[in-house]
Nanobody
């Protein structure tokens, strides 16, 4: 499985970005997908997760109500819509796939494939 994250960039506070995570493989629809982020000098943290059907989602408290995770299994792609961005959202964002289950996961160790990361910078 290969994951390719894209869509990062520089945006002003209050702005929006949509990240995409394109996955290879024929069984994408069976994977649970997650988004994590790592700010400079900090540990990587959970952001959001979506089940294999897309019917269930889970968010970190820090992004709840501002970010929306979704997926299009026909396109083998997961998305993270980020609205009302804040400077503290600045980080490298990673998508990850849990190919062993399709349920919601929030621990890094639950994910077995990772994308390369895309930089999101929010200016004040």
């Amino acid at each position: 499985v290969q994951l390719q994250a894209s869509g990062g960039g520089l945006v002003q506070a209050g702005g929006s970005l949509r990240l995409s995570c394109a996955a290879s493989g024929r069984t994408f629809s069976r994977y649970g997908m997650g988004w994590f982020r790592q700010a400079a000098g900090k540990e990587r943290e959970f952001v959001a997760a979506i089940s294999w059907t897309g019917g269930s989602t889970y968010y970190a408290d820090s992004v709840k109500g501002r970010f929306t995770v979704s997926r299009d299994n026909a396109k083998n792609t997961a998305y993270l819509q980020m609205n009302s961005l804040k400077p503290e959202d600045t980080a490298v964002y990673y998508c990850a796939a849990d190919t062993r289950s399709g349920i919601l996961r929030r621990r890094e160790n639950d994910y077995d494939y990772w994308g390369q990361g895309t930089q999101v910078t929010v200016s004040s």
